[in-house]
């Protein structure tokens, strides 16, 4: 499982922030998509299981699913009191990989524990220094977003743009919101790529934030290959991150060529010919006869070139760019992309967890986006 990754629970349902399913509809702009593709239609009841060859697509069950997917990280972990008037929905301590577990195996290596001295991160007592994450009721590491509320800077991105490991003050977009003098809409998705923020863009964002309060988009690119997808998960619609396979993590793809994509060969078609007319029993015979092997190891081979090629990476990045500029270009809104190499100011400079840039690299970035925004926003 991935360091982001943290199995579904009962908590899910408990601690869920959002608005009901009837909220959503189709964006105006993606009903062409419907007109010209077969996807049947678009409600918000529950998915139709009675009329076979007709798939009905539920916007209610996908943001709800991206909000469990969004949440997952700290369902489980101790909450700070807020105020009545606070602008944010919980307040955690621990963040993945900024976990007090890692934190406390980071402080059995004496070498590791002198630096995090070093770099501020444990108080002379030993205990962590103080980092909260304040997130909002979806998720983010943002205020609330509200129709009514102030101008902002929406930044996107991964755990990098999220912060994990340091103080919301010494992330690069708090400190590009604070030299604008406008409010931080952090969007920073930890552990996933843009596809899943292009969707958001797409679908979700008009119906939770106003788009006219976006002042500015601020990209910091994810490493590339991630993609996440629905699926499902005891009867309902969920979302699964495919770059957490367990052999992606492995030095399997790095040590070995992946099997070549051949299509069924005239001995297979032979033997297990699947026609359209086929029902369900028919094809059942026909996997339980020998076909479930040779579909499964088909399956699996496009799933590796589809997960592990650096064209199809490629793609889906150029899909998920495209997807937030059109945003930007729909609401005139100016767009800054920036890539995630590291600029770190000195030779260390990393967060509490030790894994991800500390704040000197966050003050380089926040400097590169700043000059890229003056042109706009002064």
């Given at each position: 499982?991935?360091?982001?990754?943290?199995?579904?629970?009962?908590?899910?349902?408990?601690?869920?922030?959002?608005?009901?399913?009837?909220?959503?509809?189709?964006?105006?702009?993606?009903?062409?998509?419907?007109?010209?593709?077969?996807?049947?239609?678009?409600?918000?009841?529950?998915?139709?299981?009675?009329?076979?060859?007709?798939?009905?697509?539920?916007?209610?069950?996908?943001?709800?699913?991206?909000?469990?997917?969004?949440?997952?990280?700290?369902?489980?972990?101790?909450?700070?009191?807020?105020?009545?008037?606070?602008?944010?929905?919980?307040?955690?301590?621990?963040?993945?990989?900024?976990?007090?577990e890692h934190y406390e195996n980071n402080m059995q290596d004496s070498d590791m524990k002198s630096?995090?001295?070093?770099?501020?991160?444990?108080?002379?007592?030993?205990?962590?220094?103080?980092?909260?994450?304040?997130?909002?009721?979806?998720?983010?590491?943002?205020?609330?977003?509200?129709?009514?509320?102030?101008?902002?800077?929406?930044?996107?991105?991964?755990?990098?743009?999220?912060?994990?490991?340091?103080?919301?003050?010494?992330?690069?977009?708090?400190?590009?919101?604070?030299?604008?003098?406008?409010?931080?809409?952090?969007?920073?998705?930890?552990?996933?790529?843009?596809?899943?923020?292009?969707?958001?863009?797409?679908?979700?964002?008009?119906?939770?934030?106003?788009?006219?309060?976006?002042?500015?988009?601020?990209?910091?690119?994810?490493?590339?290959?991630?993609?996440?997808?629905?699926?499902?998960?005891?009867?309902?619609?969920?979302?699964?991150?495919?770059?957490?396979?367990?052999?992606?993590?492995?030095?399997?793809?790095?040590?070995?060529?992946?099997?070549?994509?051949?299509?069924?060969?005239?001995?297979?078609?032979?033997?297990?010919?699947?026609?359209?007319?086929?029902?369900?029993?028919?094809?059942?015979?026909?996997?339980?006869?020998?076909?479930?092997?040779?579909?499964?190891?088909?399956?699996?081979?496009?799933?590796?070139?589809?997960?592990?090629?650096?064209?199809?990476?490629?793609?889906?990045?150029?899909?998920?760019?495209?997807?937030?500029?059109?945003?930007?270009?729909?609401?005139?809104?100016?767009?800054?992309?920036?890539?995630?190499?590291?600029?770190?100011?000195?030779?260390?400079?990393?967060?509490?967890?030790?894994?991800?840039?500390?704040?000197?690299?966050?003050?380089?970035?926040?400097?590169?986006?700043?000059?890229?925004?003056?042109?706009?926003?002064?």
């Open positions: 499982m991935s360091k982001y990754g943290r199995k579904l629970s009962s908590l899910f349902e408990e601690n869920l922030g959002g608005y009901s399913k009837s909220f959503y509809e189709i964006p105006k702009h993606l009903e062409q998509v419907l007109e010209n593709a077969n996807f049947g239609k678009i409600h918000i009841q529950k998915i139709s299981q009675e009329s076979p060859g007709h798939y009905d697509i539920d916007i209610g069950s996908m943001r709800h699913a991206m909000n469990l997917c969004l949440q997952g990280y700290h369902l489980n972990e101790d909450t700070n009191e807020l105020t009545k008037d606070s602008k944010y929905s919980k307040s955690v301590n621990w963040f993945p990989t900024d976990s007090r630096l995090m001295h070093k770099l501020g991160w444990v108080n002379n007592d030993g205990t962590p220094a103080e980092l909260t994450y304040n997130l909002n009721k979806h998720g983010f590491r943002s205020v609330e977003f509200e129709k009514e509320g102030r101008p902002g800077i929406l930044t996107l991105g991964c755990s990098f743009a999220f912060g994990v490991g340091l103080k919301n003050n010494q992330t690069f977009a708090q400190k590009v919101a604070n030299h604008f003098e406008l409010e931080n809409y952090n969007l920073g998705m930890p552990g996933r790529g843009l596809d899943l923020t292009a969707l958001y863009l797409s679908l979700f964002i008009e119906k939770e934030l106003d788009p006219s309060l976006i002042k500015a988009v601020v990209v910091y690119t994810p490493p590339p290959g991630r993609e996440t997808m629905f699926n499902y998960h005891s009867g309902h619609l969920r979302m699964t991150d495919l770059h957490n396979d367990i052999m992606a993590e492995s030095n399997f793809y790095t040590d070995n060529h992946l099997r070549e994509l051949e299509s069924y060969d005239s001995t297979v078609a032979e033997a297990f010919k699947l026609y359209e007319t086929d029902d369900k029993d028919v094809i059942q015979n026909k996997l339980d006869s020998g076909l479930q092997g040779y579909v499964d190891n088909y399956r699996s081979k496009l799933y590796e070139h589809n997960m592990q090629t650096q064209e199809n990476n490629f793609k889906r990045d150029i899909l998920a760019t495209n997807t937030i500029k059109l945003f930007c270009l729909e609401h005139n809104i100016p767009l800054v992309i920036k890539q995630s190499t590291a600029r770190i100011a000195t030779a260390i400079d990393f967060a509490r967890d030790m894994m991800h840039f500390g704040p000197k690299t966050h003050s380089n970035i926040a400097k590169d986006i700043i000059a890229a925004l003056n042109i706009y926003l002064t």
